[in-house]
């Protein structure tokens, strides 16, 4: 059994003539704000060139995971984002972020969303979380649905692979800012995948605009690079803010009877 996905995140697509409205936003995000809109390029154009990259990549792949923030906050991204990743070589499977909604994600996937969404491929089960929530703009929060029904999954009596995917990091990486807009009930989703933790190959998530892989009681998680823009990330800071030297990415996820590889690509996007 081998499974192969591209995991991608966090493309922000704003069509080239739109301007993002930040009016009224928090203090203290005024100066991420301020850096987005000074961006030497599109999203759009960012959203291109990684359609290009994935369909000239020299090996198959099953599927690709997008693990949320897909586009702005209109409709015309989202219908631009759908006609753009028509054009990718595989099939595209849609995770939430906290700039979504659900409306968005049925207009990319042409089907009614659910808080939890489960798909067979290759023999792997693969579940999908919802992590947004109206009451956290930033953060994330599982509901109680959502945790029951994983909690379902994870105690059955199933032998299959189980990939298991939500936007934000549901454990701190060591970055205040970022972990202050983390999953905020990360730990009890912790402990649901324990019970599976004999077939878990790993968990994917967005939302930091960073590729971190780390592991926690034998569990893998493991975040991409955003396709847009990335943050810093150091160990320890309590800020964080744009890293314009840092190119944008994805990673390619190999999963296998015994082992999970996550490759780490990088493409430039500005000469």
Same mark, same amino acid.
């Given at each position: 059994? #081998? ?16 301007? /993002? ?7 203290? &995000?005024? &100066? ?22 994935? !369909?000239?990549?020299?090996?198959? $792949?099953?599927? $690709?995971?997008? #693990? ?7 409709? %015309? ?5 759908? *006609?753009?990743? +028509? *054009?990718? =070589?595989?099939? $595209?499977?849609?995770?939430?972020? =906290? ?10 996937? +042409? @089907? ?5 969404? *489960?798909?067979?491929? =290759? ?7 919802? @992590? ?15 945790? !029951? ?12 692979? &189980? ?19 983390? &999953?905020? !009930? ?25 590729? %971190?892989?780390?592991? /926690?009681?034998? %569990?893998?998680? @493991? ?8 943050? #810093? ?5 309590? +800020? ?10 994805? !990673? $390619? ?6 082992? #999970? ?11």
């Amino acid at each position: 059994m #081998t499974l192969q996905f591209i995991h991608i995140s966090d493309t922000h697509l704003l069509a080239p003539d739109q301007v /993002k409205d930040f009016t009224g936003i928090q203090p203290e &995000l005024a &100066l991420y704000a301020e850096q987005v809109l000074s961006l030497p390029y599109h999203t759009y154009t960012a959203a291109e060139m990684l359609v290009r990259q994935i !369909n000239g990549l020299p090996v198959h $792949v099953d599927f $690709v995971l997008h #693990t949320g923030d897909i586009a702005g906050e209109s409709d %015309i991204d989202y219908a631009r984002m759908a *006609q753009l990743f +028509q *054009q990718i =070589n595989y099939p $595209v499977i849609y995770v939430p972020g =906290n700039h979504d909604r659900g409306a968005d994600i049925s207009s990319l996937t +042409q @089907s009614p969303s659910s808080p939890l969404d *489960q798909h067979e491929i =290759n023999g792997v089960q693969l579940v999908c979380l919802d @992590s947004t929530h109206a009451d956290i703009p930033d953060a994330g929060w599982l509901d109680d649905d959502q945790l !029951n029904q994983l909690e379902m999954i994870c105690r059955s009596d199933d032998d299959r692979p &189980l990939i298991v995917a939500v936007h934000h990091h549901p454990l701190p990486i060591g970055v205040q800012w970022l972990d202050d807009l983390r &999953l905020g !009930n990360g730990e009890v989703l912790h402990s649901i995948l324990m019970q599976a933790r004999h077939r878990l190959c790993g968990v994917f998530h967005g939302h930091i605009h960073h590729s %971190i892989d780390m592991m /926690k009681d034998g %569990i893998l998680y @493991s975040s991409v690079a955003s396709a847009a823009y990335q943050f #810093t990330g150091w160990p320890g800071h309590r +800020q964080t803010s744009l890293d314009m030297a840092a190119d944008p990415g994805f !990673n $390619v996820v190999t999963i296998t009877h015994d082992q #999970t590889f996550v490759r780490h690509h990088r493409y430039r996007l500005l000469p």
